[in-house]
């Protein structure tokens, strides 16, 4: 099984995405998912998690402007990017623990954990 992610693009400053993560097989687990980051250069960085209660943790430079939601029916991982700057700019993945560890906070996914390939956001100024 994996994640599927869909959803990024070119934007400008101020502008809006909705990213996508499907579970094709096995990968969604109700028990902690999250979108992690890249940007060249830059180690990953968790940006937003959800856990079995929906309950969610947010990256404080997206707080307020970054929305986590997800749908369990579909087995599906949502992200809203509004108000989007350039500093966004990075390879979004979606990630879910491949076995609950007791948390779900920003640093909850390992390399073992399940991953998606990633999707391109990138906001000119």
């Known amino acids: 099984g994996h994640l599927v992610e869909s959803g990024g693009g070119s934007v400008q400053t101020g502008g809006s995405l909705r990213l996508s993560c499907a579970s094709v097989?096995?990968?969604?687990?109700?028990?902690?998912m999250g979108w992690v980051r890249q940007s060249p250069g830059n180690a990953r960085e968790g940006v937003a998690t959800?856990?079995?209660?929906?309950?969610?943790i947010y990256e404080d430079s997206v707080q307020g402007r970054f929305i986590i939601s997800k749908d369990n029916e579909k087995k599906s991982l949502y992200l809203e990017l509004n108000n989007l700057k350039p500093e966004d700019t990075a390879m979004y993945y979606c990630?879910?623990?491949?076995?609950?560890?007791?948390?779900?906070?920003?640093?909850?996914?390992?390399?073992?954990?399940?991953w998606g390939q990633g999707t391109q956001v990138t906001v000119s100024s």
């Open positions: 990630a879910a623990v491949e076995h609950f560890r007791g948390f779900c906070n920003l640093d909850a996914f390992y390399p073992q954990d399940y």
């Open positions: 097989g096995y990968g969604y687990n109700r028990a902690c």
């Open positions: 959800i856990d079995y209660d929906f309950g969610t």
